[in-house]
């Protein structure tokens, strides 16, 4: 009844490649914080999970590793670095009563 347009595998690749660039971000993140015993560590496996398996659908259609799987996958390892540095070196509250002191 109704015609459906086939989607593109190129745009399903480049829709895993970005999740899984957003899974290990948010893996990278989380190890900091199961570190630092802030989280389970099963949160760590369950984005770590989902990173692989979004980053081995990449190479799913043609079932050979190109160019765009390497490169997703070295930017997910550069996101996962990423993620843990930020994590690491959370921004100090700044002190705004010395420049603005509380009328009490």
């Given amino acids: ?5 086939p989607v593109s595998f ?4 480049g829709v ?4 899984s660039l957003l899974f290990a971000f948010q893996a990278g993140r989380t190890l900091v914080a199961v570190r630092r015993g802030k989280l ?5 496996i369950v984005w770590v999970v ?5 980053g081995l ?17 070295i930017l997910a390892a ?10 690491a070196r959370q921004k100090k509250e700044e002190e705004l009563h ?4 509380d009328d009490e």
Avoid at 1 to 5: A, E, K, S
Avoid at 16 to 19: G, H, N, P, Q, R
Avoid at 50 to 54: E, H, K, M, P, Y
């Fill in 40 to 44: 389970p560590q099963s949160r760590l």
């Fill in 98 to 101: 010395i420049i603005f002191p």
């Fill in 78 to 87: 550069l996101a996962f670095l990423a993620g843990m540095r930020m994590a």
């Fill in 16 to 19: 895993l490649a970005l999740l």
């Fill in 57 to 73: 659908g990449v190479i799913f259609p043609m079932r050979e590793i190109d160019r765009v799987a390497l490169g997703v996958w």
């Fill in 50 to 54: 989902r990173a692989v398996v979004c």
């Fill in 10 to 13: 190129e745009f399903l690749r």
């Fill in 1 to 5: 009844m109704f015609r459906m347009m």
